[in-house]
């Protein structure tokens, strides 16, 4: 049983996931379970022990109103993970909410206690059982041991336990784990807690399997669809840092087949978040479309959870964490302290352009080195832990460990370089300042010789000249904000470019909006890039509206580069709706993470690196861990896929688990393991 403050940051943090080692014993496919409750298939139990099993789980029917099967085989495939292979016969078999499967596979020394989200009992109980009761008796070999240990724990939690029970030679370790279990239960409540009302979204279904969605009423309709926004593009940009990893190790020829399921993902997350755009937009929606919008995000985020979901499996299998746990931890630690010296000159960067700029203008990477340290700090942590692990002889935990490390290293390093990039955009745009000044004053002069019986370009001219002047005296100043100035001058140029565009003939007009278009792309670029970098590291505050903002924009862009060349007053346009919504991103995901940070966690988040629980929080607010907390992807069945205290290649303990490979799926519970 592992001990002290590295157990409790583990079950705060870390699940155990991956594909353990192929073994020469004979493979087994998913079963059929038959009409009893016992299916020995690899000669584990003598008859009268089968006899036994059987009795003792009818009585366990009687007493509870529950059912549990038990599947002994030799050894898991098709799937190969027990979680996968395990829910697949629950699923396949028709098992309920209140029914609950067993499965050991005896030569592979896996195992996995599969139950419906829905049920009486918990992940978090079903976790309890597993590592307190069931796998002791696994590890002695007792198998008639471990079916009673099952039932005693399941009557335990459905009862109101823990589902820790009785299991005959509980001691002041086990009590001691038990309080450990209490106080992160405690804690992780107020994270959760936090982090929903932060974001100010329902969740709907319970967990469940999704009722139809002509059974939701609109509101929970939008909730789900805001819902499922969020859960796929956290998935994705998790798996997006994973393949990462795989291709530095492996290279793109290994990769190829998760590089394209990645990529038809995103075209499900693009198609929408464009749909949730048409929603949001200031075009009034009847009932019948926005039900019909929202029930296609459903099923466009739940079909791309699938696509990676179905490699998430082969996806652990290439990079085998637990086989490779020595070679991949020093790749982590040499990447570690290559990010180190570059978060002092983000500092230093920070600080010379806190000089230049305004605080507005760098209020997206105002905390970015704090930040960074506070990944580094977690790193640290959890490379602590894997060494450990590996010297234990436990690569199922030293996986975990690695890859936490692995995405926390990875998240400094983009917030580091966050610093660098602004500072260049910010550089680039006073340049296009001073050239949009001097086209305005071209435009000033255009205008000026016009004819105005109206009047109408007389009140333009003056405002084009006053926005002009208060460019030219905010260049001038120490505390310049240039794409809020952009902003502004753009504004009145499309103001005074209305009203003289009918003096220009149509080649006039296009020569003219390809000048602009070249300063707009570079602004929008800047604006949409600065999103990015800002939502990405802080994805566990950052709701669906920001992200469907900076999808648009994302999209606008690119329409604006296709359009570049042959319509530059389409692509002209394009460009400023990327910049508009991009703008619209910031802010919201400010909004966001305002409310997360001033929900109770502001000090425990602002305080840099210095604290473990900071730095936990700050893996959190990175979205690190989050998924795992909020019960991940909401796609499909949900046989166990949500949170829980244990399982794991552990050996023991639990936690909570980094995001990996995959869709909604594979962002949760991963219990079960090695005995």
Not at 191 to 217: D, M, N, Y
Not at 431 to 460: F, R
Not at 488 to 505: F, K, Y
Not at 508 to 516: D, N
Request: some cysteine.
């Amino acid at each position: 049983m592992r001990r002290g403050w590295a157990a409790a940051i583990a079950l705060l943090t870390l699940v155990a996931a991956g594909p353990t080692a192929a073994l020469a014993a004979p493979m087994t496919d998913p079963v059929d379970l038959g009409s009893g409750y016992v299916l020995d298939e690899a000669g584990a139990l003598s008859a009268a022990d089968e006899t036994r099993a059987q009795q003792r789980l009818e009585q366990f029917r009687a007493q509870t109103g529950l059912d549990l099967w038990v599947v002994f085989v030799d050894d898991f495939t098709n799937p190969a993970g027990s979680e996968q292979w395990a829910n697949q016969v629950a699923e396949s078999n028709g098992l309920g909410p209140t029914q609950y499967l067993l499965a050991v596979a005896v030569e592979g020394r896996q195992y996995y206690l599969s139950g419906d989200s829905a049920g009486p009992v918990t992940g978090d109980q079903l976790g309890t059982i597993e590592q307190q009761l069931i796998q002791p008796q696994l590890q002695a070999e007792n198998w008639l041991g471990a079916v009673d240990a099952a039932a005693n724990g399941l009557a335990d939690a459905a009862g109101g336990g823990t589902g820790g029970g009785s299991s005959g030679d509980a001691g002041g370790g086990t009590i001691s784990v038990i309080l450990i279990v209490v106080v992160v239960l405690a804690v992780i409540g107020l994270v959760i807690w936090l982090v929903v009302r932060s974001r100010r979204k329902a969740r709907v279904g319970g967990g469940g399997a999704h009722p139809p969605v002509e059974q939701l009423s609109t509101k929970d309709l939008e909730r789900q669809a805001g819902s499922a926004l969020v859960e796929t593009d956290d998935a994705i940009k998790t798996s997006e840092e994973e393949l990462g990893f795989a291709r530095a190790q492996f290279g793109d020829a290994a990769t190829t087949e998760f590089a394209a399921a990645l990529e038809s993902a995103k075209e499900n997350l693009n198609q929408a978040f464009h749909l949730k755009q048409k929603l949001d937009d200031s075009t009034p929606d009847t009932e019948d479309e926005v039900r019909s919008w929202n029930a296609q995000i459903v099923q466009l985020c739940r079909e791309a959870s699938t696509m990676l979901d179905e490699k998430a499996a082969a996806f652990d299998e290439l990079r085998k964490l637990e086989k490779n746990a020595p070679e991949a931890l020093a790749k982590v630690q040499e990447l570690r302290a290559a990010t180190e010296p570059r978060i002092a000159q983000a500092e230093a960067t920070l600080a010379a352009l806190g000089a230049r700029y305004a605080p507005t203008a760098l209020a997206t990477i105002a905390d970015n080195p704090v930040q960074a340290r506070q990944r580094l700090a977690f790193a640290d942590e959890q490379l602590a832990a894997a060494q450990q692990a590996i010297g234990a002889g436990d690569g199922g935990q030293a996986a975990v460990g690695i890859r936490a490390a692995e995405e926390a290293v990875d998240q400094a390093g983009l917030l580091t370089d966050a610093v660098a990039k602004l500072g260049d955009d910010l550089a680039k745009a006073e340049g296009s300042i001073k050239e949009l000044v001097a086209n305005l004053q071209q435009d000033v002069a255009a205008a000026s010789a016009l004819p105005d019986p109206d009047g109408q370009l007389a009140p333009v001219i003056a405002s084009t000249q006053q926005a002009i002047s208060s460019a030219t005296a905010a260049t001038a100043g120490p505390q310049l904000a240039p794409l809020q100035v952009l902003e502004s001058l753009e504004a009145a140029n499309t103001q005074i470019d209305t009203l003289i565009a009918g003096v220009r003939d149509q080649q006039q007009a296009a020569q003219r909006a390809q000048q602009q278009l070249g300063q707009l792309m570079m602004q929008a670029q800047a604006q949409v890039s600065a999103a990015e970098d800002y939502i990405t590291a802080r994805r566990g505050a950052v709701g669906a509206d920001a992200r469907t903002r900076l999808a648009e924009a994302g999209a606008s862009l690119v329409h604006a580069r296709q359009l570049q060349a042959s319509d530059p007053a389409q692509a002209l346009a394009s460009a400023q709706r990327a910049n508009l919504l991009a703008g619209q991103a910031i802010q919201l995901a400010q909004n966001d993470v305002g409310a997360f940070q001033g929900g109770g966690m502001g000090g425990m988040l602002g305080g840099g690196g210095g604290g473990g629980g900071g730095n936990i929080l700050g893996a959190v607010l990175g979205g690190i861990v989050i998924n795992s907390m909020l019960g991940g992807g909401a796609g499909g069945g949900s046989r166990r896929r949500g949170p829980s205290m244990g399982g794991g290649m552990f050996g023991g303990g639990g936690g909570r688990s980094p995001g990996s490979f995959g869709g909604g799926g594979t962002r949760g519970r991963r219990g079960g393991g090695r005995f």
